[in-house]
Structures are given as structure tokens and as C-alpha cells.
T-cell receptor, first 112, second 113 residues
Framework: DGGITQSPKYLFRKEGQNVTLSCEQN?????MYWYRQDPGQGLRLIYY???????QKGDIAEGYSVSREKKESFPLTVTSAQKNPTAFYLC???????????FGSGTRLTVV | KQEVTQIPAALSVPEGENLVLNCSFT??????LQWFRQDPGKGLTSLLL?????REQTSGRLNASLDKSSGRSTLYIAASQPGDSATYLC????????????FGRGTSLIVHP
């Protein structure tokens, strides 16, 4: 079945450490997105990519980095510059810009 | 800038009731509107996608309507069940630009037996 796979489901980060969240889709979608979800804050866009080898900053890109070397993959790195990384991270894709979204099951990141 | 509001923020109803969840948006120049369901600790599951040229979409006990001129969409849930308990979010995609949607904060629904 087609879908989006996020891994790991749970991730623990030590202070000063970079961690990478994986997002893979087999839907042949062109566009991919990363969101952060905090209680009471709703969904906030971190980065998005509408085509391979190109990506754009969202509303809260500081302290994060991404790459889009393959159509199927859009990994998110949470760097040590992100001072409050504890959150639920959601990856999504759409067939093209403006298409309906399909979401992954999320990664919960906790700083220890 | 598009603003999306969902009212009520929380709702608790007995099983069997017919429900209406509301989604309001300030800019009527939209490309589509999508309704999602989110269970605790899970990702978002798409329920219905309404294109700007459509008035409504139906899937099983769910019906979503769209009125662009008044900036409103409603999600109607018929004969609610405890398994419908979840948070329901709407996302409004603008026409033009980057086509990045604006999400509402959701309505948290509890259906009790």
C-alpha cells in the first residue's frame, strides 16, 4: 500500500546533539512538507519542497535543515541551534502544490 | 494573511447524535479545503477534500460542505459513535502563490456511550 513512513516513532536527543528524522513516501508525490505540532499551538510549517533538489523555509525554519535528493525522501535534521526541539513532528506529501495532503504517523522528539 | 478558525474548540456528546463542526476562513480565494481527523499521538488522516468548484463531499457518515462566499465549511457527522472521538482539523489551501495550506487548531470531539 502507498503511504508515508516516518521513523523513528520516538527519538531522544541530548543537549547539543543533532538528530535526523526520516520521511519516505511511495506515493509518487512531488511535494513534501515538515510540520511541528505543540500542544495548544496547532501545526506550524518548518520546511517544504515542491520538487527534487529544491526546498523552501516555512514559518519556523530556524534550527532545522532539510535535503531533497530523491523524490521519495525528505529528511529533517534538528540541529543544536534549535533551543526547544521537544515536539511532535509530522511529515506530509501531496501530488503537487495544492493537492490534498497525506500525512505520516509522526515522530515524537524529546530532549533529555 | 489567511486565518482559519474552528468552533467549537471542544465538544462532548452522547452516542447517536448528529454533529456539525465548523471551519471559518477569512480569505475566500481558496484552491481547496481538506478535513482531517487526528487521534492522540497519531498523524492526521484525511477525511474529505473539497475543491473550490465543489459545494460538498460525502464519505459514509461524513458530509462536508463549502461556501466560499461566506468563508465557511461544515463537517457533518451522522449518528456519532464512540470511535469518532478524535480531534478534527480543517486546512484551507489558497489559490495561487505557494499553495501552502493554513490549518485550523481543531475541534476536540468526545462521543460517550
Amino acid at each position: 500500500d502507498g503511504g508515508i513512513t516516518q521513523s523513528p516513532k520516538y527519538l531522544f536527543r541530548k543537549e547539543g546533539q543533532n538528530v535526523t528524522l526520516s520521511c519516505e513516501q511511495n506515493l509518487n508525490h512531488d511535494a513534501m512538507y515538515w510540520y511541528r505540532q505543540d500542544p495548544g499551538q496547532g501545526l506550524r510549517l518548518i520546511y517544504y519542497s515542491q520538487i527534487v533538489n529544491d526546498f523552501q523555509k516555512g514559518d519556523i525554519a530556524e534550527g532545522y535543515s532539510v535535503s531533497r535528493e530523491k523524490k521519495e525522501s525528505f529528511p529533517l535534521t534538528v540541529t543544536s541551534a534549535q533551543k526547544n526541539p521537544t515536539a511532535f513532528y509530522l511529515c506530509a506529501s501531496s501530488i503537487d502544490s495544492g493537492g490534498g495532503y497525506t500525512f505520516g504517523s509522526g515522530t515524537r522528539l524529546t530532549v533529555v | 494573511k489567511q486565518e482559519v478558525t474552528q468552533i467549537p474548540a471542544a465538544l462532548s456528546v452522547p452516542e447517536g447524535e448528529n454533529l456539525v463542526l465548523n471551519c471559518s476562513f477569512t480569505d475566500s480565494a481558496i484552491y481547496n479545503l481538506q478535513w482531517f481527523r487526528q487521534d492522540p499521538g497519531k498523524g492526521l488522516t484525511s477525511l474529505l477534500l473539497i475543491q473550490s468548484s465543489q459545494r460538498e463531499q460525502t464519505s459514509g457518515r461524513l458530509n462536508a460542505s463549502l461556501d466560499k462566499s461566506s468563508g465557511r465549511s461544515t463537517l457533518y457527522i451522522a449518528a456519532s459513535q464512540p470511535g469518532d472521538s478524535a480531534t478534527y482539523l480543517c486546512a484551507v489551501t489558497p489559490s495561487g502563490g505557494s499553495y501552502i495550506p493554513t490549518f485550523g487548531r481543531g475541534t476536540s470531539l468526545i462521543v460517550h456511550p
